[in-house]
C-alpha cells in the first residue's frame, strides 16, 4: 500500500445563514494515498466542494470546521485559523482547479502576468526567470506560442485554453495534491478528453495525487482508481473504482449507477432519483437516503448506519450490510454493468 498523504476522519462542517445552522458535511471521513487519483461523486449538494475546500482553507466566511481531523504531512489542517498557516500549504502543497475558468481568471490582466504572479509568490523567482518559467508551464500543459500568448487577455483564449490555463496556475507551485473541482464543466466531448489527458499526463510527469469531484460518472470511469460517493454531506460508500462500479451495495449507488444515460434502453424513460435530499439545517435521523430508498428498513429511519467493510479497500454505510437484513438484490441494470463494460470495451 502507497503512503497514505491526507487523511480526513469524522469532519464535521457548518455554516450560519440567517441566524440558523446548516451541517454541511456530517462526519465526513476519508484516506487519499500517495500517486491515487480518487474521484468524489454525488449529487449537487452532497458536499463534495464543500469537503474539498476544507483542505485548502477555502471556506466561506460563514463556515468552519466543527470538529474532526485533516491529517496532512503531519499537520491537522482543521486546526488552522490563519492565513499564514495556510499560505504554507495552499497553492504550494494542495492546489487546485476550479470549474469554471473564466470566473477563475481575471479578465482585466493578461494569462502571462496572472501565471507568473504564482510564480513570484511560491517559488520567489522574479524578473527573467518568473518569466521564463511562465512561458515553460504554459507550454507544459499544451498551448502553442507561449510567447505570444503570455500577453493576450482571457476573453481571447477558447474555453478549454483557458482551463489550461487554469490548470498551469495549479502546477506553477508544483504541489502534491492536485484538487479539480469539475474541471471538464460547460467543455464540449473532445476538449473534455484532452482535459482529462493533459490531467494525467501531469499527473504521471509530476507524480501528483489528484482528487476528483464529478458527478459526471463517465469522467469517473476513465480517471479514477478510487471511488467515494457522498450523499447529504457524508461519504456512504468508498471502495476502489472496480469494486463500486461492479459491487456497489448501497442503494444511493445503485440510484446513481442506474441514472448513466448509456445505461437506458430505448423506448423506456430514463431513471431518475425520485424526491430530495434532507434539509440539513435539521438533524439526520438514520439513513439519510431513506426516504427515498424504495429499498430502506425499518431501522434506516431509526439509526444512522455504521461503516460496514466489504473488503480491506472497500466500504459502505447501509443498514443491508447488517447479517440480520434481509437479501435484497440491487437493480438488474446494475446486475448487468459487467456486461454493459464488456460491450463497451468490444467497441
Known sequence: MAET???VRNVVIKFSL???????IREASLDVQEGQTLA???????????????????????GWVDSGSIMFEGEDLATFKSAKQWSR?????????????????NPLRTVGKQIEETVTLHQQLTGHSAKQRTLELLADVGI???????????????????????????????????ICDEPTTALDVTIQAQILEL?????????LTVIYITHDLGVVAQVADKVA????????????????????????????LSSLPQLGVKGQRLFSIQGTPPNLFNAVTGDAF???????LKVDYILRPPVFNISPTHYAKTWLLDPRAPQIEPPPVIRNLHQFAGGQARA
Open 199 to 207: 490531467i494525467r499526463r501531469l499527473q504521471e510527469q509530476h507524480k
Open 144 to 178: 502553442d506560442n507561449p510567447g505570444d500568448r503570455y500577453y493576450q487577455y482571457p476573453h481571447e483564449f477558447s474555453g478549454g485554453m483557458r482551463q489550461r490555463v487554469v490548470i498551469a496556475i495549479a502546477m506553477s507551485c508544483q504541489p502534491r495534491l492536485l
Open 5 to 7: 498523504l491526507l487523511s
Open 18 to 24: 440567517r441566524g440558523r445552522v446548516l451541517t454541511a
Open 290 to 296: 431513506a426516504p427515498r430508498n424504495p429499498s430502506a
Open 40 to 62: 468524489i461523486v454525488g449529487e449537487s449538494g452532497s458536499g463534495k466542494s464543500v469537503l474539498t475546500k476544507s483542505f485548502v482553507g477555502m471556506l466561506d466566511a460563514n
Open 229 to 256: 460517493v457522498m450523499y447529504a454531506g457524508d461519504i456512504i460508500e468508498c471502495g476502489l473504482a472496480d469494486e463500486v462500479f461492479y459491487n456497489a451495495q448501497h442503494p444511493y449507488t445503485w440510484a446513481l
Open 89 to 105: 500549504i495552499r497553492g504550494k502543497k494542495i492546489a487546485m482547479v476550479f470549474q469554471d475558468p473564466m470566473t477563475a481568471l
